[in-house]
Nanobody, 124 residues
């Protein structure tokens, strides 16, 4: 079992920055791939960024490339999402997820463990 807890969300003006943190506990977190997903009101959940178990393989959705950075600290059992140049369309609940394989994954149905989410609101 893996437990995930996100923090760092909040209200920020367009152009601002936030850093989301996902704290993990449980078995073998360092050997699991992780991802950040988001869901805006009335929209389906979508992948934002993902990382393989050691951070060597990374994925970014086209709409965040150059603005968001995913990273992980396998000693501290944490995953981060650094977000800069935020836009109003980035407003959503952001979720951290982990899955049982070390290989990177970008499909939410492949992820077994989810945090409760953290709200990010970007005002114009």
């Amino acid at each position: 079992q893996v437990q995930l807890s996100e923090s760092g969300g909040g209200l920020v003006q367009a152009g601002g920055s936030l850093r989301l943190t996902c704290a993990a506990s449980g078995r073998s977190f360092s050997s699991r791939s992780v991802g950040w997903f988001r869901q805006a009101p009335g929209k389906e959940r979508e992948v934002v960024a993902a990382s393989s178990w050691n951070g060597d393989n990374l994925y970014y959705a086209a709409f965040v490339k150059g603005r968001f950075t995913i990273s992980r600290d396998n000693i501290a059992n944490k995953v981060y999402l650094q977000m800069i140049s935020l836009k109003p369309e980035d407003t959503a609940v952001y979720f951290c997820a982990a899955r049982g394989t070390p290989r990177i994954g970008i499909v939410d149905s492949e992820y077994e463990y989810w945090g409760q989410g953290t709200q990010v609101t970007v005002s114009s």
